[in-house]
């Protein structure tokens, strides 16, 4: 039997190419990235660092059953920390030994497989909004391939809450996004966003303030009024859940209401003090870390002198308190800087502070790396900002839920001093935004320089 092939003005049509299929290429991507992740995973070895608060906890977890120790090894139960990721790393290193290389290389992989993740729903979430593939792989290669955050990927978010974060908020915002194109979204919907939302709050409470803000502004333009009850009970009732327990916990634990961390005091006292005014704002952190931090040994004495870091941090931050009622101008001016640091950081972020024991002075080439890292994260944060505020003041519903979203989330850190940790919660939110908006621009430029047609 002889098979028949096409032919259009004369030329047979050819099979589509693998590439030419819509998933092929994104994946390509992300698995590019992943090697990428492995390479500098195995060029740096699984543990690079000393001991930080998170990683600490997560020990204590393993060891002890209790979510404690997170400014030093016999401290006790803690609620610096959020449970969720240090308790899964804890049980990690439970059933494989506590930093051995098998737990080690596992948590790794499943805080690099996880951003991989996020960063493939976000594709897809923009998709949803109407961003040009073209643009949406532009992104997904930047956040893939260049080596921005490889560090927080492969090392920092095994305990940490970053990647599983941005995670569920990229998710969230692709299932709003479907939402919003429903006739009338049902209760079994409602009640699953609701539990998402929730879920997104208690690992990272900055993104569930975006995600609120989004589902706010989907309640005022996609939802009858009759459904708002519903969905404010079950918004309210999935929150409850997970946080209630936490908060009882902290009561028993420390005699104290705690709902969600008990560091913002020490937080505030941080960012907010006499010489944070000051410009040479490194030396100035790093000093005032060393200060009062409880992670180092004479502040955690300190702290244990007090009865603890509940009243340990409430004295800190009823001090910055007062300094900042004592100084609004400059309190202002200070809140200002972190939000500009956040989009446009200096290159000192990309040090640690205070550096861990084994940490050498970068080399002239991890030096000119880290230059690199700065330039392509200005560019990324500081037109993803732009997009965002053109989508809220120009755009279409469907973009001001993201731009809502990567708003809310930043305007938070304001209070604290940002870091690069802080700042990936951005990330995601923040790349395609910035690929949307050159999308847009490339779209107006076309049609305002294309030649008129001649009439024949």
């Known amino acids: 039997m002889t098979r ?20 092929v290429l994104p994946l390509l991507i992300v698995a590019a990235g992943l090697l990428l992740r492995l390479l500098y995973l195995a060029h740096f070895g699984l543990y690079p660092f000393s001991l930080y608060e998170a990683d600490r906890a997560a020990a204590s977890v393993a060891t002890s059953g209790v979510l404690g120790d997170a400014y030093q090894v016999g401290q006790g139960a803690t609620a610096h ?72 990927e492969t090392y920092w978010f095994k305990a940490w809450e970053g990647g599983l974060a941005v995670t569920l908020g990229a998710l969230y915002l692709g299932l709003l996004l479907r939402l919003d194109r429903a006739a009338a ?8 966003m609701a539990a998402l939302a929730a879920l997104a709050f208690f690992v990272s409470p900055q993104i569930g303030c975006g995600l609120y803000a989004a589902t706010l502004l989907f309640m005022a333009t996609r939802l009858p009024w009759r459904r708002w009850p519903l969905a404010i009970g079950a918004a309210v009732l999935a929150l409850a859940l997970l946080i209630l327990p936490w908060t009882i916990r902290n009561e028993r634990q420390f005699g104290a209401f705690i709902p969600l961390r008990s560091n913002f005091g020490l937080e505030l006292a941080i960012a907010y003090h006499p010489l944070a005014v000051r410009p040479d704002q490194r030396d ?20 244990r002198a007090m009865g603890g870091e509940i009243p340990y941090n409430q004295a800190l931050g009823d ?61 990324a944060y500081g037109l993803g900002f732009l997009g965002a505020c053109w989508a809220l003041a120009l755009g279409d519903r469907r973009r001001r839920y993201a731009a809502l979203m990567l708003v809310v989330t930043i305007l938070p850190y304001a209070m604290v001093q940002p870091t690069l940790r802080y700042r990936y919660t951005a990330l995601l939110l923040a790349t395609f935004l910035a690929a949307d908006l050159l999308a847009q621009a490339t779209t107006a430029a076309r049609a305002q320089w294309r030649p008129s047609r001649r009439p024949a």
């Open 319 to 379: 001090g910055a308190k007062a300094w900042i009622g004592a100084h609004p101008g400059a309190a202002l001016r200070i809140a200002g800087r972190h939000l500009v640091e956040f989009l446009f950081p200096p290159l000192w972020y990309w040090q640690p502070i205070p550096p861990p024991p084994d940490w050498h002075p970068d080399s002239p080439a991890k030096l000119l790396l880290k230059r690199a890292e700065q330039s392509t994260s200005w560019l």
């Open 185 to 192: 979204p049902g209760a079994r919907a409602i009640a699953g």
């Open 284 to 303: 100035v952190f790093a000093n005032r870390v060393n200060q009062i931090h409880p992670a180092l040994p004479d502040n955690f004495r300190r702290m």
């Open 81 to 152: 920390l959020l449970p969720t990721t240090p308790l899964i790393a804890g049980l990690v290193y439970r059933l494989l030994g506590v930093h051995s290389p098998a737990a080690e290389l596992l948590l790794a992989l499943q805080s690099m497989l996880l951003v991989s993740a996020g960063f493939l729903l976000a594709y897809l979430a923009f998709a949803r909004i109407g961003t040009p593939r073209g643009a949406r792989l532009g992104a997904l290669a930047f956040l893939c391939l260049l080596p921005t955050n490889f560090e927080l």
């Open 4 to 23: 028949h092939v096409p032919v259009l003005a004369g030329q047979p049509l050819r099979a589509p190419s693998l590439l030419a299929r819509p998933a």
